[in-house]
């Protein structure tokens, strides 16, 4: 039973478009949301969080989208670099202790120059 | 500063054998995970340490998985009698406690044979 679903398993964008990567959850106690990037052979990196008192987080070229009446959230990125080629990790957690941290299956984003 | 470091980076080992993975984290980091990525899976919560408390071990799959964090630093992940299926990399992240980004090693592959 996932409490965090990621849907897409791959996305492909070409280079200078924005790439949206989508999460649902199940949970509605879940109130805060992280994204984790993970190269190849390495662990996985915080990116960019939200609470759910919030609907929108932008921290340069990321910005993560909340929609709590549909428990989905999106991240967005603009404009997409190659660099940005990785699996990322939708999470998610309930206050106040975000002690576990539930994480998605992951989408592996590919930017094609 | 030093990261989160995991030993060893792979390990391959024959099934009903036992093994032990090593963790080291953030040097004052407090809390300690460790999660589970098998093939095309996302991360799986394991087992958690917080300072002196009780671990929260409610993710370990089976009484062959046990784990030990000494001196509230160095981390050991056991898994006893290995059969296939725990073939994954096992990650381990620190923090510097509650709500706080956990910063992730490279893992450890596993590979049952």
């Known amino acids: 039973d996932q409490q965090v679903k990621q849907n897409s398993p791959s996305l492909s964008v070409q280079e200078g478009r924005i790439s949206i990567l989508n999460c649902d959850y199940t949970n509605s106690m879940f109130d805060y949301f992280l994204w984790y990037k993970k190269y190849p052979a390495e662990g996985p990196t915080f990116l960019i969080s939200i609470s759910s008192i919030k609907d929108k987080n932008e921290d340069g070229r990321f910005t993560v989208f909340l929609n709590k009446s549909a428990k989905h959230l999106s991240l967005h990125i603009v404009p997409s670099q190659p660099g940005d080629s990785a699996v990322y990790f939708c999470a998610a957690s309930v206050q106040p202790s975000y002690d576990k941290v539930i994480f998605g299956p992951g989408t592996s984003l590919s930017v094609i120059p | 500063g030093a990261g989160v470091s995991q030993s060893p980076s792979n390990k391959v080992t024959e099934k009903g054998k036992d093994v032990e993975l090593r963790c080291d984290p953030i040097?004052?980091?407090?809390?300690l995970y460790w999660y589970r990525q098998s093939l095309g899976q996302g991360l799986e919560f394991l087992i958690y340490?917080?300072?002196?408390?009780?671990?929260?071990k409610s993710g370990l799959p089976s009484d062959r998985f046990s784990a030990e964090r000494t001196g509230g630093s160095v981390s050991t992940l056991t898994i006893q009698r290995t059969q296939q299926e725990d073939s994954a990399v096992y990650l381990c992240a620190s923090s510097q406690g509650r709500g706080r980004t956990q910063y992730f090693g490279p893992g450890t592959r596993l590979l049952v044979l």
């Open positions: 340490f917080q300072g002196n408390s009780a671990p929260d």
């Open positions: 040097s004052g980091h407090t809390a």
